[in-house]
């Protein structure tokens, strides 16, 4: 079974659930505007990922911040605490297998090598 992090809305995330329901693969869905983001979970992605990686400084919401906001997020306290606070600053989607390994964006190739890996 496969956890997909990230906003129902976002066309990306659309993308990648549309992708994983046509190849028949479970997976269970978790909105971070919806279910929730914690700092145990944050620090999960975190440590598997980078804090550099999760943080979509090419989104709108990033770009909505004010110079000195984006100024101070220069590591990995300060970006954790605005992706705490703005999950949407997150970049999505996020996959993730039962064995704690993690795929953040959406391609096709990648997800069909991420998936077939496990089996």
């Given at each position: 079974?496969?956890?997909?992090?990230?906003?129902k809305?976002?066309?990306?995330?659309?993308?990648?659930?549309?992708?994983?329901e046509?190849?028949?693969?479970a997976?269970q869905f978790h909105?971070y505007?919806v279910?929730?983001?914690?700092?145990a979970?944050l620090?999960?992605?975190?440590?598997?990922?980078?804090w550099?990686a999760?943080?979509n400084t090419?989104g709108?919401?990033?770009?909505k911040?004010d110079?000195?906001?984006?100024?101070?997020?220069?590591n990995a306290?300060?970006?954790?605490?605005?992706m705490?606070a703005?999950?949407?600053?997150i970049?999505?989607?996020l996959?993730c297998?039962?064995?704690g390994?993690m795929?953040l964006g959406?391609?096709?190739?990648?997800y069909?090598?991420?998936i077939v890996?496990?089996?």
């Amino acid at each position: 079974m496969y956890q997909l992090y990230g906003i129902k809305n976002c066309d990306t995330v659309k993308k990648a659930r549309k992708y994983l329901e046509a190849n028949g693969v479970a997976y269970q869905f978790h909105d971070y505007r919806v279910d929730g983001l914690d700092a145990a979970m944050l620090q999960r992605f975190t440590d598997t990922l980078g804090w550099e990686a999760l943080l979509n400084t090419r989104g709108t919401t990033w770009r909505k911040l004010d110079e000195e906001t984006r100024g101070a997020v220069n590591n990995a306290a300060a970006a954790q605490q605005l992706m705490l606070a703005q999950p949407a600053i997150i970049k999505r989607p996020l996959l993730c297998r039962a064995d704690g390994s993690m795929l953040l964006g959406f391609n096709e190739a990648n997800y069909s090598s991420f998936i077939v890996e496990k089996s």
